[in-house]
């Protein structure tokens, strides 16, 4: 090997640890295309004086990295590549091992949201992102090592299979997703409209692990849906942010200004499930509501130097306003929760949120591949950090049991004396449906099955005191109805009724 390929080793590894130091590079808060400089003119003038390693000349490279590491601190590196280039059993090309070192140092922070992606990768993402992709229509990230569900997409096969913040998934049709990474996961779980893909799943309180089928679908990112409701007389405008896109800050706006030209009174803000996305995004909706007063957000770099962000708002909106949280609102939907709350003095409804209170930023390498590495912390405007803690409501609503009930899964009919996760369930549904089990600890009893045949008769099944899976389906089919009717969006409800107490 000769001095000059062990240099672009060097160079190439190097850019890694130089770039997430973010002083020369001139990289942006959120994703890409998501620049957040308060001043227009700064954020032109730090793109005019920034360079991305990889457009640097090999003089420049050599400048820089002698400057910022000192060639001595990467010899065992470059030791290594040596040792493992020219002597291993078989042959080994550069890429590979560059792209392990890469891998292996982003793998030692133990930060599922920094990751490395090929310029393979890079090429699949960016053709699958621009206004709807083929897949099952879920946000996920890496929890502890296992691909979690942070929340499906409305309206998704994700959402209508029952999948569940939180959920992990284990297998893609069979196929064990330990060991790879976060895009490697999510590649295999997406596929061609269509398609039908199977995920093994551990759900968090359910000992059993779940086989779900789902048929994958065309899913559009559509981010903004509106409504208007009338409480106590007053009419009151409902807006469901489901993630922060390119376009959701201009479709936000579009269906703010027409509720606001129709009248409405109050204003419910809801961001139940919704995953996160652009910082830019969620900054320019919260400079509609917080006034200029005090910081939106806050971004504290590693130094800890933090920087204060605010709008150039004069007044609050005249209508009382409320947010709808849950455990699926993560990342930009808590910086909005969490501004409503500290900087806008707003009620927050629902359940604790995710708790993601890191930014990342997306550096390309030069060569088609990016590393996504988490540069700063967010704060909320008291200066709270939320990682791992979530955002709390000031009016905690949960909603009834049957709404996180699991799907049915009955491969053996369900009688009476037996016991399981799977009678809980049936438990739980049925007495959210009206029925009395008697109890819902997982045991059959002879109340539970009253309670079986009672729901039988009413809706013309056999009547046996059996969970068949005609039953079961019937069972889950009429839960679901229920689900899905606003009236029982207890946690909806509560938002609403907050609004004019």
Aim: proline content about 4%; hydrophobic content about 35%; charged content about 30%.
């Amino acid at each position: 090997m000769t001095i000059k390929k062990q240099y672009i080793v060097l160079m190439l590894v190097a850019a890694v640890i130089v770039g997430a130091v973010g002083s020369y590079i001139g990289i942006q808060l959120a994703q890409p295309n998501a620049e957040h400089i308060t001043d227009d003119n700064a954020l032109e003038q730090q793109r005019n004086d920034s360079k991305n390693f990889g457009d640097m000349s090999p003089e420049e490279q050599q400048e820089f990295l002698g400057s910022a590491l000192g060639m001595e601190e990467m010899s065992k590196v470059m030791q290594a590549y040596t040792v493992i280039k020219d002597n291993y059993v078989e042959e080994v090309e550069q890429t590979q091992l560059v792209e392990g070192a890469i891998q292996g140092m982003l793998d030692s922070l133990e930060d599922p949201y920094s990751v490395f992606m090929d310029k393979k990768t890079v090429e699949q993402f960016n053709d699958s992102i621009e206004s709807s992709f083929e897949g099952i229509g879920a946000e996920v990230s890496m929890v502890e090592g296992n691909v979690t569900i942070i929340a499906p997409i409305k309206g998704s096969p994700a959402e209508k299979a029952g999948l569940k913040p939180n959920d992990q998934i284990l297998q893609v049709n069979g196929e064990s997703l330990e060991g790879l990474d976060l895009y490697e996961a999510v590649m295999k779980i997406r596929g061609e409209k269509g398609s039908e893909v199977k995920l093994q799943i551990e759900r968090p309180g359910v000992s059993e692990l779940l086989e779900i089928p789902l048929v994958r679908d065309n899913i559009p990112l559509e981010t903004v849906y509106s409504d208007t409701k009338e409480v106590k007389g007053n009419k009151v405008g409902v807006i469901e942010i489901t993630s922060f896109s390119e376009k959701t800050a201009k479709d936000f706006k579009k269906a703010l200004n027409k509720l606001e030209n129709d009248g409405i009174e109050g204003l419910v803000l809801d961001v139940r499930g919704n995953p996160g996305g652009l910082l830019s995004t969620v900054e320019e909706i919260l400079k509609e509501f917080i006034p200029k007063e005090d910081p939106y957000v806050q971004i504290e770099d590693r130094n800890g130097k933090k920087e204060r962000y605010f709008s150039e708002l004069d007044e609050k909106k005249d209508y009382p306003i409320t947010v709808l949280i849950d455990e699926g609102s993560a990342s930009a939907s808590e910086i909005l929760a969490g501004a409503m709350k500290e900087a806008g003095g707003y009620d927050i409804v629902g359940t604790t949120s995710f708790g993601k209170g890191t930014v990342q930023q997306t550096i390309p390498m030069g060569d088609g591949s990016t590393i996504k590495l988490t540069l700063f912390k967010w704060l909320t405007p008291d200066g709270n950090w939320i990682h791992k803690k979530g955002i709390e409501p000031t009016i905690e609503v949960k909603q009834p049991d049957y709404f996180y009930a699991n799907r049915m899964q009955i491969e053996e009919t369900l009688k009476y004396n037996s016991n399981g996760d799977k009678i809980k369930n049936i438990q739980i549904m049925l007495r959210g449906l009206g029925y009395d089990p008697g109890r819902d600890d997982g045991y059959y009893s002879q109340q539970t099955m009253e309670a079986v045949k009672a729901y039988q008769q009413d809706n013309g099944l056999d009547v046996t005191g059996e969970v068949d899976k005609n039953t079961a389906g019937s069972i889950e089919a009429t839960i679901l109805e229920k689900v899905r009717d606003e009236q029982n969006d207890k946690q909806l409800q509560g938002a609403l009724d907050a609004l004019f107490q």
